[in-house]
């Protein structure tokens, strides 16, 4: 049985009507590259048009523009023309022309989003006209407004499907436009501990005597008479430092990693991001780059739990703050005979 373009023998028959050509050439467009552009000469190469007539040509292109399927561009100075999938031009035939013309150019701000300023000095539409266009494709939720992290100020417009970008958004560090410091400072304060963990030499400590228990008459004794026991200082390990050669400090990419699957964040942390908290507790001085900048490790003048010294003489001197004091001995590789650390004191 022949179709509806095919003759009684099967052969294809050429498209006649005005209804046909544009079908045709709609068609022929639809089955290239989604991206792709068409100028002039490119439509009249399909040889969808009949002698190549301009004159239907623009008739076509008048049609399916009508229909949204087709939408102009300029390249090169010259007008050409893209395809629009059908179901998006269903969106267009719902919409009078002021409110396809506001549509069309949030469509095309992608990711980035438009702002409102921005489409009235294309679009030459009055404030109140735009407004009510906006208001109107806010409702059929053809678009969507969004809080921009750089211009929290700005009203900024994005097609409904879409998620505006990070850059818009300022990433995993903004929540509604505004920095989440707190979210911020606990990232901060997980990676300095997972870098001091890898960045000093931890003796090991003998396990202490356990303290005899105290009967329950001792305790009712204590509580009666409104005593309790003082704290016990804790003993305050000394950070020893890695041995030369040392490549054990973390990375980047392995700090991503560990937060990750810690569940901290909440939300996939990716390494350009992580890479900023780094760089923040480098500025603050918690933390300092190594292995030609790859790798961290955290600054022990800042560990508090280390940094508990009397207020003496000692401490002005250089043992009172050697990092290699702990290593220090008559026959070791640092000792007082060869240190060099008192002649720049001393000098």
Request: aromatic share 8%; net charge positive.
């Amino acid at each position: 049985m022949a179709t509806d373009m095919e003759d009684v023998h099967g052969m294809p028959i050429a498209p006649s009507s005005p209804k046909e050509l544009a079908n045709a050439l709609y068609a022929s467009c639809a089955s290239q590259s989604a991206d792709k552009t068409f100028n002039q000469e490119e439509l009249l190469s399909l040889n969808i048009i009949p002698n190549n007539s301009l004159e239907q040509l623009v008739r076509c292109i008048d049609r399916l523009a009508k229909d949204g399927l087709l939408k102009i561009h300029t390249k090169e100075g010259k007008p050409c023309w893209k395809v629009v999938k059908k179901e998006d031009a269903k969106k267009y035939q719902n919409l009078n022309m002021e409110e396809a013309l506001v549509y069309s150019y949030v469509e095309s701000s992608g990711r980035e989003g438009i702002w409102t300023r921005t489409i009235r000095s294309r679009t030459n539409l009055h404030q109140t006209t735009m407004n009510r266009c906006l208001k109107i494709l806010e409702s059929k939720a053809l678009i969507k407004s969004i809080q921009s992290a750089k211009f929290p100020k700005r009203k900024i417009y994005i097609l409904a499907k879409l998620q505006p970008s990070e850059d818009v958004t300022g990433g995993p560090f903004y929540t509604d436009g505004l920095l989440d410091e707190e979210f911020v400072f606990q990232l901060g304060i997980w990676a300095e501990k997972y870098v001091h963990g890898r960045s000093w030499y931890h003796p090991p400590t003998k396990a202490l005597p356990r303290r005899k228990g105290k009967s329950k008459e001792d305790v009712e004794n204590m509580r009666a008479q409104g005593l309790r026991e003082p704290p016990q200082e804790k003993t305050m390990l000394p950070l020893l430092p890695m041995p030369a050669g040392y490549i054990g400090y973390p990375t980047v990419p392995e700090i991503t990693k560990a937060i990750n699957e810690s569940g901290i964040s909440g939300v996939v942390m990716k390494e350009a991001e992580m890479r900023q908290v780094m760089d923040v507790l480098c500025w603050d001085g918690r933390l300092m780059k190594v292995m030609d900048g790859k790798a961290y490790k955290t600054v022990r003048s800042d560990l508090k739990a280390n940094t508990l010294r009397a207020e003496n003489g000692l401490t002005e001197s250089p043992c009172g703050r050697c990092p290699v004091f702990d290593l220090c001995e008559e026959t070791g590789p640092v000792n007082a005979r060869t240190c060099t650390y008192f002649q720049e004191w001393l000098a």
